[in-house]
């Protein structure tokens, strides 16, 4: 039996950003705080700062929710809704702040000091409002012919981060801006020879766009049946299979290029340090695995006759990648991890996303049970 | 294009260990709105997406247009419109946007016809879709099914969400653009009343089987109910010639449908005494067949 409260929280999200709220959450404190136990100096200050990027997504995410929740409620008339949302503020604050900062004063005794930063986490709840400035939506301009490549046509059914956007759109003179802003503190970084804060730098970029990738794909995903068909269904695409391989393709190729690249980067910083050539090869051998283990899920989906069921298998390929990403971008310095504790760290971040994954799984069954309004009726 | 532009023979699929569908044959005939009846979970959406070629049965097969539906080709595509239960697909779009993207694909898109539909259910082309009701969404992704002029709409319960007025004006419209152009139209529902508005054949899923296939105009002639008392249906037969379904009621006694052939007599007990003979509507039929 599931008390009235997360039930609640759940109903005001909806399934879909519930889902996301719960990935980033036990992903993001799970592992920050058996990272952090680890009593490593360097993987502390990683803990604390993963989940303080964590906490303001999950927030950001929650300010989405919330919001087309009040709308909703606003059209239905729905009664007592204020009451249900301060509650469900009170017990998205209980998690994102209070019980994090617990939980890193019980188990990381040493280190922790950034952990404070998470008040600042309720700021995500203006994230938002604070987009619409700056929002752009890719204009088609004529659109996509239907002669174009399939993997063009697909990116746009998975999204607005995937969508192809043409030069002289303004979504992309954006995105030029947003680099050029973003390259400069990293240039000045590298240019003063603090390599190690370059490194912080790309790991949370790395994170943020891992997360806006992953976004635009949960949302896909989430409404599988229905998106599926429908670009199944679209002339152009090819036999099955080939339409099968076309989505793997779009599905993965942007966020793994993008993500990659701020490897390399972080590699080539981190190649300035004399002792780094076994971390660059653990960083080689990590890749290569996750290149061949998902080369293996998507020739096994390729020999299917069907057009839809990929789904889980590509969103577990898309889950394992900051399992790469995260510790390959982990700042290195003079307290560096060792090789032992650096495969530990590793296996806890695969562990940790497995554990996610079945919160995703749960949660997807907990949003079928009657809607809480409906209790009594 | 002479044959069924959508058929299926003996599809029999299993989910998990359960059956989902047992052994359902389907054969739409050309110009026909096929409305597909049955209660939640009966297998309407998996009937849907296999005859569509979005699933693989396990046995028997799908055709569409000719082609299997495994390997429908680019030009059966064309001429196939598809409108799932809860379209929200190219969300972070704008409704003309998206309505172009879309209407690329197509050769016979109907722009004029598109602008028609969006001014007169006061849709504006700069909206975001994700802005809008479900009842405008689904309004265009009926639009966006329409303009293509397919010959062949398949709509996986297309007003379940939707409010009765909405629904009627959906329904409305569909029937008027399929009957003006011809086009065969298969639709899932489980709301009687929709079926009587607009279809011209029925079939009922229940059990995972299918349990009726007609035309509507025949129904009352073909098919009937006898409510036989609870003294004589203890002298009943096992199976009846033409059973469709039998209910034990509350009172001990049966309520049975059977169906004949036209022109043909109906089974024995039906001028009997004991058993009263009805002409069930079509509400009626659909809740005895899957009571």
Known sequence: MISAAPR???????????????????????????????????????????????????????????????????????????????????????????????????FIPEGRELIWATLAAPLGLLCPKLMKFVRSLPRLEGGIPSNGLPTETIRMYIGRAFA?????????????????????????????????????????????????????????????????????????????????????????????????????????????????????????????????????????????????????????????????????????????????????????????????????????????????????? | MGGSPLRCEGIFKRYDGNVVLNDVSLSLLPGAIFGLVGRNGAGKTTLIQILLGLLQADSGSAVVMDEPALAMTDASKRRLGYVPQQPETLGWMHVGDMLNFVGDFYPMWDQPYVEDCLKRWSIAPSRPLSKLSPGERQRIALIRALAIRPQLLVLDEPAAALDPVARRDLLRELALRAGESGTTVLFSTHIVSDLERVASHVACLHHHKMVLIAPMDDLKETHALLQVNSDMAEQLPGKLPGELSRRRRSDGGLSIIVVRDSGAVW???????????????????IIELTS
């Open chain 2, 267 to 285: 089974p024995a007990p039906a001028g009997e005494a004991g058993v009263q003979f009805e002409s069930p509507g079509l509400e009626d039929l």
């Open chain 1, 8 to 106: 609640e929280l759940l109903a005001t999200f909806g399934a879909d950003h519930a889902a996301m709220l719960c990935i980033f959450y036990v992903y993001g404190l799970g592992s920050a705080l058996l990272i952090g136990s680890l009593e490593v100096p360097a993987a502390v200050n990683l803990a604390t700062g993963m989940w303080v990027a964590g906490s303001l997504a999950t927030m950001t995410v929650a300010a989405v929710a919330i919001g087309r929740f009040t709308l909703s409620a606003r059209v239905l008339r729905l009664p007592g809704c204020g009451r249900v949302l301060f509650r469900s503020y009170a017990l998205l604050l209980t998690l994102i702040v209070i019980i994090p900062i617990a939980l890193f004063r019980i």
């Open chain 1, 164 to 377: 192809p956007v043409s030069f002289a759109s303004a979504a992309f003179k954006l995105r030029i801006l947003s680099l050029v802003f973003w390259s400069v503190p990293l240039l000045l970084t590298v240019a003063n020879g603090r390599p190690r804060a370059a490194q912080w730098y790309l790991a949370i970029t790395a994170i943020l766009v891992w997360l806006w990738f992953m976004n635009a794909l949960a949302q896909f995903i989430q409404c599988r049946d229905a998106s599926f068909a429908e670009l199944a269904l679209l002339p152009g695409l090819g036999h099955p299979r080939s339409q099968r391989w076309a989505l793997y393709c779009a599905a993965l190729a942007p966020p793994l290029l993008a993500c990659s690249l701020l490897a390399a980067i972080s590699l080539i910083l981190m190649s300035w340090k004399p002792d780094a050539a076994d971390q660059i090869l653990l960083h080689g051998l990590i890749l290569l695995f996750l290149l061949l283990a998902g080369a293996g899920v998507v020739t096994a989906q390729l020999f299917r006759k069907d057009r839809t069921r990929l789904t889980r298998s590509g969103l577990l390929l898309q889950l394992s990648m900051p399992i790469y990403i995260w510790p390959s971008l982990l700042p290195l310095s003079q307290h560096s991890p060792s090789w032992f504790k650096y495969t530990i760290l590793g296996l806890l971040f695969a562990g940790m996303g497995g554990v996610a994954i079945v919160a995703w799984i749960q949660l997807r069954k907990l949003a079928r049970l009657p809607h809480p309004f409906l209790d009594g009726t």
